[in-house]
């Protein structure tokens, strides 16, 4: 199966843009997902199909992605912004579903 | 609105199966074009996808790497979906989430989720 890479941690100054990659094979061929996760609270879905936000996600969050790479972008960073941030995609094996190994994202 | 909640020992014997139930109200589990799906997540680490079912339950997908310890079903009578998880040991204590994934031509994505439940492998 395939693998979408991460870089482990990254921070942003509150106010700030923010941008967290997630690189692999298969988003050459399928669009990412995003999701963000707090300490002790299961995963939230804060962008879909590349660059789609679902109802209540705040428009700071969006979505791209060329090539093997998709990204998320935080404009203007929010203290609740911190958190565990996750890609998915397909994958080109043929299964649903492959994960990134995550973000972690400080404000600072 | 969507609601999971996943429900099962949260101890569990090393060689012995474990065995999860996720109760899906506020929606069917029989809603056309749905998957229905399980990650779990050591602590302190990331997510794994373990595998999803179709609504039909006609086709299901695993994990390369559990596949051949795990089983995923539907009970559409009850509104549920099933993990059996055999031959654990310590490596899959984790929170254990059921969700529901959308996998369409161009991606896939989980949209709504359970909170979770933690399972540890111990004697």
């Known amino acids: 199966s395939s693998e979408l890479t991460q870089d482990p941690a990254v921070s942003v100054a509150l106010g700030q843009t923010v941008t967290i990659t997630c690189q692999g094979d298969?988003?050459?061929?399928?669009?990412a997902s995003w999701y963000q996760q707090k300490p002790g609270q299961a995963p939230t879905l804060v962008i879909y199909?590349?660059?789609n936000r679902p109802s209540g996600i705040p428009d700071r969050f969006s979505g791209s992605g060329s090539g093997n790479t998709a990204s998320l972008t935080i404009t203007g960073a929010q203290a609740e912004d911190e958190a565990d941030y996750y890609c998915?995609?397909?994958?080109?094996?043929?299964?649903?579903?492959?994960f990134g190994g995550g973000t972690k994202l400080t404000v600072l | 609105q969507l609601q999971l909640q996943e429900s099962g020992p949260g101890l569990v014997k090393p060689s012995e199966t474990l065995s999860l139930t996720c109760t899906v109200s506020?929606?069917?589990?029989?809603?056309?074009?749905?998957?229905w799906g399980w990650i779990r997540q050591p602590p302190g680490k990331g997510l794994e996808w373990i595998g999803s079912?179709?609504?039909?339950?006609?086709?299901?997908y695993y994990n390369p790497s559990l596949k051949s310890r795990v089983s995923i079903a539907l009970d559409t009578s009850k509104n549920q979906l099933s993990l059996k998880l055999n031959s654990v040991t310590a490596a899959d204590t984790a929170v254990f989430y059921c969700a529901r994934l959308v996998v369409i031509i161009s991606t896939s994505y989980f949209d709504s989720w359970g909170r979770g439940t933690l399972v540890t492998v111990s004697s």
């Open positions: 079912i179709y609504y039909s339950g006609r086709s299901t």
């Open positions: 998915n995609s397909r994958d080109t094996s043929g299964y649903p579903v492959v």
């Open positions: 506020g929606g069917s589990i029989s809603s056309s074009g749905y998957y």
């Open positions: 199909d590349k660059r």
């Open positions: 298969s988003l050459r061929s399928y669009y």
